[in-house]
């Protein structure tokens, strides 16, 4: 992690438009002043137009300030011009003028990106699926080739037992008893079956607002991975399970025809069918406490409004306790 802190956490909730463009500008970019800002919980992103012939568009994201060295950043940055450099649908970052893909403006780190078009699908066909795995795979191939050396491991003891610690001071304590074990539970079946040995790069946080499709030539809808803040070490089943919305049967057919596409490029380990799960669980762990280290963030209270009430720890209890009774 970096050691930004303090007055440059004050600079990042309080981005001005000339402070925004300004750190632009100074990349390498002359923008024509228009910018939007998008919807982004961790770090700040907007949209910006340059002043080109074509009135290009680009995506700025200024980093929050803490959470990731400059290394780290990097590294995420090498993955995404690796997908690329391999023919995988990848929105990597541009250069800026200092001839990296990273700068610093008035503490800040920011990466400008091309603007990708593509929407969210809102549904997903069994064929459509099937591609969606064959795009993982592809993923997954270039991830295997080296390892990460910056990047946080998805086990418990980054993502699971601090969470649950940081968590003991927010649950309400007539809940906590039910929360604590239900936790506790998922956590030492991850602990039991988690192998990192097996870990691979991967996205981390693979979810459908992350998947982008766009209608290519040939009248298929072609699929592409945003945002990668998330890339760490960990398990293959990790950037599968989130993309299963399915009960029953149909979710059955869900998970064999993401397969089914994902082994025609790459084999995936069986034996991490059986962390689809618990990984959900994990995540509703994490989240709930990535939610606890923002409070301090004055946009967090506004976008979590019930984050404090009996009823919404009531509903994460029994979230987590039907993951927890499952296994």
Not at 58 to 65: D, G, L, N, S, T
Not at 238 to 251: C, E, K, N, V
């Amino acid at each position: 992690m970096d050691t930004q802190s303090g007055s440059t956490l004050a600079q990042f909730y309080d981005l001005t438009p000339d402070v925004v463009l300004a750190g632009v500008e100074k990349a390498g970019f002359l923008t024509t002043g228009e910018y939007l800002q998008l919807n982004s919980y961790e770090n700040r992103v907007f949209d910006v137009r340059l002043e080109s012939a074509s009135n290009e568009r680009v995506v700025v994201k200024y980093y929050r300030p803490g959470r990731w060295s400059q290394n780290a950043i990097l590294e995420e940055h090498f993955f995404l011009e690796e997908l690329k450099a391999n023919g995988i649908p990848a929105v990597a970052p541009l250069k800026q003028s200092n001839q990296q893909t990273l700068s610093a403006y008035s503490g800040l780190y920011l990466a400008v990106f091309p603007k990708a078009i593509g929407r969210m699908p809102q549904e997903l066909s069994l064929d459509e699926l099937n591609r969606v795995g064959r795009l993982l795979a592809r993923v997954h191939n270039v991830g295997s080739q080296s390892e990460s050396r910056t990047r946080p491991i998805l086990d418990t003891e980054t993502y699971g037992w601090p969470s649950l610690e940081i968590l003991r001071r927010r649950v309400s304590p007539e809940l906590w008893s039910r929360y604590e074990a239900a936790a506790e539970t998922i956590l030492n079946f991850l602990e039991e079956f988690l192998d990192e040995d097996d870990f691979i790069r991967i996205h981390g946080d693979c979810h459908r607002g992350n998947l982008l499709q766009q209608d290519t030539r040939e009248g298929e809808k072609g699929f592409f991975l945003v945002d990668f803040d998330d890339f760490c070490m960990g398990p293959q089943a990790q950037d599968f399970w989130m993309l299963l919305s399915g009960d029953g049967d149909r979710a059955s057919e869900e998970r064999d025809a993401l397969l089914s596409g994902y082994e025609e490029l790459r084999s995936f380990p069986v034996e991490q069918e059986r962390l689809f799960l618990p990984l959900r669980g994990l995540r509703i762990l994490h989240y709930a406490a990535w939610i606890a280290r923002r409070w301090s963030d004055p946009s967090f209270p506004k976008i979590f409004p019930d984050y404090e009430t009996y009823s919404y720890w009531a509903e994460e209890t029994e979230a987590l306790e039907r993951v927890a009774w499952a296994l």
